[in-house]
């Protein structure tokens, strides 16, 4: 082969040739005239220092040289047309794991929400949910997770968010409380009334690399200052109050879904600072323009819109 060039036409010129074996029906399908198709030939011949095709009765037929390029030269072409025109991608052809880490909040009232309606559209990707017991932020660095969710307005280098939705708190008590009659005749509370009752917190898991400190003073959610009970389960809250006389901090849609679930909870009136609980997906800026990944998140988003 001489070190000459080879232009995408010359190559498309060689790929239609072989196929059709006919030197005008290859130039008509190409737009070229019968002397363009010759010297385009006639170039291929002296590039590659083979005559390539060889006329007969039926046509040009290709070399054996010529059908020992042929498939390099599909390959490249098709190469080269990936490389300047990606494939549009299809959920339904999406092939991979995901893996979220994420609390049993995530894992029951957001995951159990977004993951069916996924499965629906991509129905090859597999999930795989992980516990946020150590450094939710470097897996998320290291790429041993795709996806986290947590409460967290922390800017972190290397790591994207967006809010998924934002739910008030509330003060819950169980129904009977004497709490749901005082602010039932006042339509309000003071911290004066909350402070005779322990209290019911949410606690962050350990080793999770990120803070709730844009809550606040702690004092501002728990305002009885004492917490009887301390868990990280926080679907176990609305259970733990309904039987004492414990005073908790929740979410407005998580009081509603206990609500729906018929266990004996009351709704009090908002935080004190109008606390309002904004859970994040979490992922790493390497996957900002992964297609699929933009498809996953823009379904996390919608979904909450919808039932918003």
Not at 44 to 69: M, S, Y
Not at 143 to 168: K, M
Not at 247 to 270: D, F, M
Request: contains cysteine; hydrophobic residues 40%.
């Amino acid at each position: 082969m001489k070190n000459s060039s080879l232009s995408q036409d010359d190559l498309a010129f060689f790929i239609s040739l072989y196929r059709c074996q006919s030197l005008s029906v290859c130039a008509q399908k190409l737009g070229l005239s019968i002397s363009g198709a010759s010297r385009t030939l006639s170039h291929l011949r002296e590039v590659f220092g083979n005559t390539l095709f060889q006329r007969n009765r039926d046509g040009l037929i290709p070399t054996a040289e010529a059908r020992e390029l042929y498939p390099k030269i599909v390959k490249l072409l098709h190469d080269y047309d990936e490389l300047f025109h990606p494939l549009v991608f299809d959920p339904k052809t999406a092939k991979r794991r995901i893996r979220v880490l994420c609390a049993d909040f995530g894992a029951t009232f957001i995951l159990g929400r977004v993951i069916p309606r996924i499965l629906e559209k991509a129905p090859l990707l597999d999930f795989e949910i992980q516990p946020i017991e150590n450094d939710l932020v470097g897996k998320l660095k290291s790429g041993d997770a795709e996806f986290g969710i947590f409460p967290t307005e922390n800017d972190v280098p290397g790591l994207s968010s967006c809010v998924i939705y934002e739910s008030r708190y509330r003060y819950v008590v169980r129904k009977g409380h004497p709490l749901e009659a005082i602010y039932a005749t006042q339509g309000y509370l003071t911290p004066e009334d909350l402070h005779a009752y322990g209290f019911v917190s949410g606690a962050v898991p350990p080793g999770a690399g990120v803070d709730l400190s844009y809550l606040g003073d702690t004092s501002r959610i728990n305002q009885s200052g004492v917490a009887k009970i301390s868990t990280p389960y926080i679907t176990s809250m609305p259970i733990l109050i309904s039987g004492t006389d414990l005073v908790g901090a929740l979410p407005e849609n998580l009081i509603w879904q206990s609500q729906r679930q018929t266990l004996p909870i009351v709704p009090l009136c908002p935080v004190f600072g109008e606390t309002v609980h904004r859970p994040h997906l979490i992922w790493h800026e390497r996957d900002d323009d992964d297609p699929l990944m933009q498809w996953i998140r823009a379904l996390f988003v919608h979904t909450f819109k919808q039932q918003a």
